[in-house]
């Protein structure tokens, strides 16, 4: 049991023994920085500098710690949690790190009125969730999305921060969003959303603090409408400066070449590499891709100029087989069109269960969370798994994987040419300056084969998972970070 003294003290009660210094305690959550009771005990607050002694102690029950498995299978941020300890035990990481990473920073929740087409007022919820900046400003993704919610928003911060280490990017994490069905609205009632969000979110965002990016939901258009906001509130200031409060925004208003792919010519790059180290040949192989927005539909394009065909497709409208391979760019028309892969002629409808059992040889998961658990698991006959989405294989589905052989390349390496591309957009904001489309490919796939390479490195050497190994990478670095800054000792 962990108890938090009110205003001085946090300490660690051994045995259920319950220290006391007043009459006022609450419980504290298990990963938050604590000390060894049963001398003196100092204060774990950062800011005191003074010990007090235990003048009181009493014999309480211990909290039992619920298994990863038997927890709701849609929790992703105790999923993300797990990884994280997993990956911490693994490099010994002190208790004082875990903690801070165990938590955001802070959580802003707002509520702000929209004007509706029909003269009508609703109110809607926004969050934006800035889980740690030791390397940087803040920066993540802004979705809109009906199942947008507080504990999905922690964990995508939560990786965000591990992302950007992993990468050596010089950015923290963040997340946020607004709980809303975007489809159910007209693009003027989604500019006025956007921009009564933006003026919610007021200064928890600058290009210095706390960037916003596209995510589900959302596009380039919609960062456009964050920044201009954002310069026609911030004030007096250098207006490429100004620009750099977002990135994903369109060319025209100081978007990046190579942005709107470069989720996708990432994780191409992971794929590749992979295959080199593999011997795997990807002329003639095949793919499934759940998810056909635009991480989906951009890594069917670049995997086909490499000759890989995708023969299985699906979202949330439904899963289609085409065992010749779909045109991808005649696909992503009628989505673009239609809003999904529902109706597509040229493909064969087919069960959620059918689609991952489907023989192939590389699956694509680039849609929610939580999509492979066990079940899937144990169907799939693919030889990889590479993540596009963000926590798409469940902890218990990640087991299965790897009792089975299947490779898999982690969210966190795997999906992180986006963030990569972003840092460039913001670089060049800030140098006022535009790059060639093939020198920001050029950066990324060196950026993305070095951090392949040395998460491969890390897990053959530990013997563990490509998974654990990326997030071991990334917490060793800010584990020298926390040391070389003294923030505690």
């Known amino acids: 049991m962990l108890v938090q003294v009110i205003g001085f003290a946090a300490v660690s009660v051994k045995e259920g023994i319950l220290a006391v210094f007043s009459t006022e305690v609450k419980p504290l959550r298990s990963r938050e920085f604590v000390m060894d009771a049963g001398k003196s005990v100092k204060s774990a607050l950062p800011t005191a500098r003074v010990s007090w002694t235990i003048i009181k102690a009493t014999r309480l029950p211990l909290r039992k710690r619920v298994p990863v498995s038997e927890r709701d299978s849609s929790d992703f941020f105790h999923f993300t949690q797990h990884h994280l300890d997993t990956a911490a035990k693994l490099i010994e990481l002190p208790d004082y790190v875990e903690a801070i990473l165990s938590e955001p920073k802070n959580e802003v929740i707002v509520h702000f009125p929209v004007r509706m087409d029909d003269g009508s007022c609703r109110l809607f919820k926004g969050y934006r969730i800035q889980h740690n900046n030791l390397l940087g ?3 993540g993704g802004l979705r809109f999305h009906a199942s947008t919610c507080l504990d999905d928003l922690k964990a995508l911060a939560m990786l965000m921060t591990v992302k950007c280490a992993l990468l050596e990017i010089p950015f923290g994490g963040a997340k946020g969003g607004i709980k809303c069905d975007p489809h159910e609205l007209s693009q003027p009632e989604l500019q006025r959303l956007t921009r009564r969000f933006t003026h919610a979110l007021g200064a928890n965002i600058g290009p210095e603090y706390d960037i916003p990016a596209p995510d589900m939901g959302t596009n380039a258009q919609v960062m456009v409408w964050i920044m201009d906001t ?13 620009q750099r409060v977002v990135t994903g925004k369109t060319l025209e208003c100081g978007g990046s070449r190579g942005r709107e792919k470069a989720t996708s010519q990432g994780l191409v790059h992971c794929i590749a590499q992979w295959a080199t180290d593999t011997g795997l040949d990807l002329e003639g192989k095949t793919a499934l891709l759940q998810g056909y927005g635009n991480v989906g539909s951009h890594a069917a394009m670049i995997l086909s100029r490499l000759g890989v065909s995708v023969v299985g497709v699906g979202d949330h409208t439904g899963y289609m087989l085409n065992h010749e391979g779909f045109n991808p760019h005649r696909l992503a028309e009628h989505v673009r069109g239609q809003g999904a892969v529902a109706n597509y002629p ?4 087919c069960s959620r269960e ?5 023989e192939a040889d590389i699956l694509i998961p680039a849609a929610l969370h939580n999509q492979v658990g066990v079940e899937e698991a144990c169907s799939l ?4 798994v590479a993540e596009g989405a963000n926590g798409p294989v469940t902890p218990d589905g990640d087991e299965v994987l790897r009792d089975r052989g299947i490779h898999v ?5 795997g999906n992180a040419g986006g963030v990569t591309v972003s840092y460039y957009e ?4 800030g140098r006022n300056e535009h790059w060639d489309l093939g020198k920001v490919e050029a950066r990324l796939e060196k950026a993305m084969t070095s951090a392949y390479r040395r998460v491969d490195q890390f897990a053959k050497e530990h013997g563990c998972s490509m998974r654990t190994a990326a997030y071991a990478r990334a917490l060793e670095r800010l584990r020298r970070v926390y040391k070389q800054r003294s923030i505690f000792p």
């Open 230 to 242: 954002y310069m026609n509130t911030a004030g007096y200031g250098i207006r490429n400066q100004q």
């Open 137 to 139: 400003p803040f920066k």
């Open 426 to 429: 913001w670089v060049q904001n």
């Open 346 to 349: 040229k493909g064969e409808r």
């Open 409 to 413: 390349i982690p969210d966190l390496l």
């Open 354 to 358: 059918e689609f991952f059992a489907a």
């Open 381 to 384: 006959k693919v030889k990889l």
